[in-house]
C-alpha cells in the first residue's frame, strides 16, 4: 500500500498546477465551511445563551393548558402548594440534572405614575432562585447592583426601558400597580422603582420585575402559589434527554380526572428565536452540501482527466500483470490523498482563520443589543466531521474513473495515443 | 511439449460495419528458448498474434496455449496474474512510468505484480540493470534518458520477474539503427543469459536477420517460416 500511496503521491505531483488548483478549491471550500459554521453557532449559541440565561431557562413547568393561554397570563391555571411539594420532590430527586430553579407568578397589571397608566407584564421571583437559574438576568438591568441574589427587594420594582422612557421613570420614582386576582377582585400596590431592564432582543418589551411576596400580596394569594417554573440544567447540551426525563417523571402527577398535572417545554419551544436557530442550521448544512459539490466536481474532473491522460500507462502497467483491483487502487489513492492533503490544509487555515476573527475584536450589533463582541469557536468533532465528509466525497468522486481504468482491456488501452 | 502453441487460431475485429480478419488459421509451435520474430507490412497482424501469445486479447476462434495453459478463457484478471508470472512486455514506444526513476521502473514489476518483500527486491534489481548496462542511471527519470537507453531499461523491467517469455513488439521502431542493433543484441544476450523466449515483431529487414526462427506474416496468414540463426 506504501508503494500505491507513493505512486498516487508522483502522479499528483505530474501535473502541479491542475493539482494545486483542485487542492485549493477544496481548501477554500472547507475554510469556508468552519468559518461560516464557527460564526453561525457561536452567534446562535450566544443568542440562545441569552435567551435561556437571562430570560427563559432551559426548561419550564407550569399546570397543563397554561402555555396554549400564556398570552393571556391566567391566574387560574396557578401551581399550588402541593403542587410545589411535588415538583421539590421531582427536582430532589434529579439534582444531579437540575442546577437550579426558580419558581415564578407572571401576571398582567397596570402601571402608573399617577399621570399615565399603561399596561405592563410582570414576572414576580425569589431573587436568589431567579438569579441561580437565569444569571445574565443581572446583566440586563440597569444601574449598579451591588449583589444579583438580591436584585429586586420588597417594595421595589424593575420596569422596561421602553416603559420607563415612555412615562418618564427612573429609579427612586414611585408607580402604583392595579391588578385582579383570579377571582376577578382588584388590588393596588405602591412600589419604588429600583431599576430599569433592558429588553433581550429589542425595545418591545414590556416585561417587569418584583418581589414574589409583593405579587402574593396585591394577588391577595396566602401560601405558596406559582404559575411558572424556570429550570437551569448542568448540561445544556442534554435538553432533549433532560426534557423527557422531567417529563416522564411529572407524568406520574395526575387530577382526578385522571389527566396530567403539569406539562414541561424546552426555552426551544417557547422561543420564537428556535425558529431562527434552525434556520442557521439549516444554513450550515447548505454550505456543506456546497463544499461536498465542490469536492465531487472537481475531484472527479481531474480523475477524469487523469485516466483519460494515461490510458496508455494503464495499459502498460496491466500488459505487465498488475491486477485490475490494484489499478483502481491506484486512482483512489490519488484522490485519497488530493482529499486529505486538502483537508489537512483547509483545517488549519479555516482554525486560523477564527483566531483571527477572535484576536481582531470585531464587534456587531443585533437588534437591541449593541456592541457584541464577535468571538467564535468551532468543536473538534465538527472539523472532524468535515474532515471526514471531504475525504468520503474524494474517495467516492474517484471511484467512477478508477473503476473505469481498471477496467480497461490494455489491447485496447495500449493502441491509445 | 511446446512453449507457445497456437492452433487454428483466427481474430477478427468489428471496425464499424466491417469486420477485418486480422489472423487466419494460425499454427505455430515455438520453443523454449527461442529468438523468434515476426516479420511483415503494416497491418500483417504480427502485433495482434503478439497480444494473443501475451493474453492481452483473445481470439476469435482456435486456442492458444502459453506454456501448456489454454489461455484463451481467462477473465482480466487471470490473464494478468498469468501476465505477471510468465510473460515480459517490450514496447515500441518502451511505456515506462514517467513519475518513477529507472531504478523504481524496474522494481515495479516486483512490488506491484509479485509482491516480493524489498529485502529480496534490491539484488535482482542491481543485476539486470547492470546485464542491460543501465546501472549508472538508476536514479534517473524516463526524460532524461535516450531512446536507447530507455529500450534498455524496458528489457530489465521485462526480465525482472524472471518470466519465460519476452513479448516485443517493434521495440526498434523509435530508434536510430545503432540503438537498434545495440537493443537486439541485448536481448539475444539475455536470451543466452536467462534462457528466456524472445518474440519480437518488427518490419526492418535488417533487424530481422537477428533472430534465429523467422515468422512472415501477409493479410493474417503465415506465408512463410525460415529458420536462420540456431
Known amino acids: 500500500m506504501k508503494n500505491i500511496f507513493k505512486i498516487a503521491i508522483r502522479n499528483l505531483l505530474r501535473y502541479k498546477r491542475r493539482t494545486l488548483m483542485t487542492s485549493l478549491l477544496i481548501i477554500i471550500g472547507i475554510v469556508m465551511v468552519i468559518v461560516f459554521s464557527g460564526v453561525s453557532i457561536s452567534f446562535k449559541n450566544m443568542m440562545i445563551g441569552s435567551i435561556t440565561d437571562s430570560m427563559l431557562g432551559h426548561l419550564q413547568i407550569h399546570t397543563k393548558g397554561y402555555v396554549s393561554s400564556i398570552d393571556n397570563l391566567p391566574l387560574h391555571l396557578n401551581i399550588n402548594e402541593k403542587g410545589i411539594k411535588q415538583l421539590n420532590n421531582v427536582f430532589e430527586k434529579h439534582n444531579d440534572v437540575i442546577e437550579a430553579y426558580s419558581y415564578r407568578i407572571k401576571f398582567g397589571a397596570m402601571l402608573s405614575n399617577f399621570q399615565e397608566t399603561t399596561n405592563i407584564r410582570l414576572t414576580a421571583v425569589h431573587p436568589e432562585m431567579e438569579n441561580a437559574a437565569c444569571p445574565r438576568l443581572v446583566d440586563r438591568i440597569k444601574g449598579d447592583i451591588q449583589n444579583p441574589g438580591t436584585f429586586i427587594e420588597q417594595g421595589k420594582i424593575i420596569i422596561p426601558e421602553n416603559l420607563a422612557k415612555g412615562l418618564k421613570l427612573k429609579a427612586g420614582d414611585e408607580v402604583v400597580l392595579v391588578a385582579n386576582n383570579k377571582d376577578g377582585s382588584v388590588n393596588g400596590l405602591s412600589l419604588e422603582v429600583s431599576n430599569v431592564i433592558e429588553g433581550l432582543l429589542g425595545p418591545s418589551g414590556r416585561d417587569g420585575f418584583l418581589h414574589i411576596d409583593d405579587a402574593k400580596t396585591l394577588l391577595r394569594i396566602s401560601g405558596d402559589e406559582i404559575n411558572e417554573v424556570s429550570i437551569r440544567l448542568k448540561n445544556p447540551d442534554d435538553l432533549v434527554g433532560d426534557n423527557k426525563l422531567l417529563s416522564d417523571e411529572l407524568s406520574q402527577f395526575k387530577n382526578k380526572q385522571g389527566m396530567p398535572v403539569f406539562e414541561i417545554h424546552t426555552w426551544a419551544d417557547l422561543s420564537p428565536f428556535s425558529t431562527i436557530a434552525a434556520i442557521v442550521d439549516l444554513l450550515i448544512i447548505t454550505v456543506k452540501i456546497i463544499l461536498i459539490s465542490i469536492v465531487l466536481i472537481s475531484i472527479l474532473n481531474v480523475m477524469m482527466m487523469s485516466v483519460y491522460e494515461r490510458v496508455s500507462e494503464i495499459g502498460t502497467i496491466s500488459a505487465i500483470g498488475t491486477l485490475p483491483s490494484k489499478i483502481l487502487w491506484l486512482f483512489i489513492a490519488e484522490g485519497f490523498l488530493l482529499g486529505i492533503i486538502s483537508t489537512i490544509i483547509g483545517n488549519i487555515i479555516g482554525v486560523m482563520a477564527l483566531f483571527i476573527i477572535n484576536i481582531s475584536n470585531i464587534h456587531f450589533s443585533f437588534g437591541r443589543m449593541k456592541n457584541i463582541l464577535l468571538e467564535t469557536s468551532i468543536a473538534p468533532s465538527d472539523l472532524i466531521t468535515v474532515s471526514l465528509i471531504v475525504i468520503l466525497i474524494s474517495v467516492l468522486s474517484s471511484l467512477q474513473p478508477a473503476l473505469k481504468a481498471s477496467k480497461m482491456q490494455p489491447v485496447d488501452a495500449l493502441r491509445h495515443v | ?230
Open chain 2, 1 to 230: 511439449m511446446s512453449l507457445i502453441e497456437l492452433k487454428q487460431v483466427t481474430k477478427d475485429y468489428q471496425m464499424g460495419e466491417i469486420t477485418v480478419n486480422a489472423l487466419k488459421d494460425i499454427e505455430i509451435t515455438i520453443d523454449e528458448q527461442s529468438f523468434v520474430s515476426f516479420v511483415g507490412p503494416s497491418g500483417s497482424g504480427k502485433t495482434t498474434l503478439l497480444n494473443l501469445i501475451g493474453c492481452l486479447d483473445k481470439p476469435s476462434s482456435g486456442e492458444v496455449f502459453v506454456t501448456g495453459t489454454a489461455v484463451n478463457s481467462f477473465s482480466n484478471k487471470e490473464a494478468a496474474r498469468f501476465r505477471g508470472q510468465h510473460l515480459g512486455f517490450i514496447f515500441q514506444n518502451f511505456n515506462l512510468l514517467s513519475v518513477l526513476t529507472v531504478y523504481e521502473n524496474v522494481e515495479y514489476p516486483l512490488i506491484m505484480v509479485q509482491n516480493i518483500p524489498s529485502n529480496k527486491r534490491r539484488d535482482k534489481i542491481i543485476h539486470y540493470l547492470e546485464a542491460v548496462g543501465m546501472v549508472d542511471q538508476k536514479d534517473k527519470y524516463p526524460s532524461q534518458l535516450s531512446g536507447g537507453q530507455k529500450q534498455r531499461v524496458a528489457v530489465a523491467r521485462a526480465l525482472v520477474t524472471d518470466p519465460k517469455i519476452v513479448l516485443a513488439d517493434e521495440p526498434t521502431a523509435n530508434l536510430d539503427h545503432a540503438s537498434a542493433y545495440k537493443v537486439i543484441d541485448l536481448m539475444r544476450k539475455m536470451q543466452h543469459e536467462f534462457k528466456t523466449t524472445f518474440i519480437f515483431s518488427t518490419h526492418d529487414p535488417k533487424i530481422v536477420k537477428e533472430a534465429e526462427i523467422i515468422y512472415n506474416l501477409e493479410d493474417g496468414k503465415i506465408i512463410d517460416k525460415d529458420i536462420v540463426n540456431s
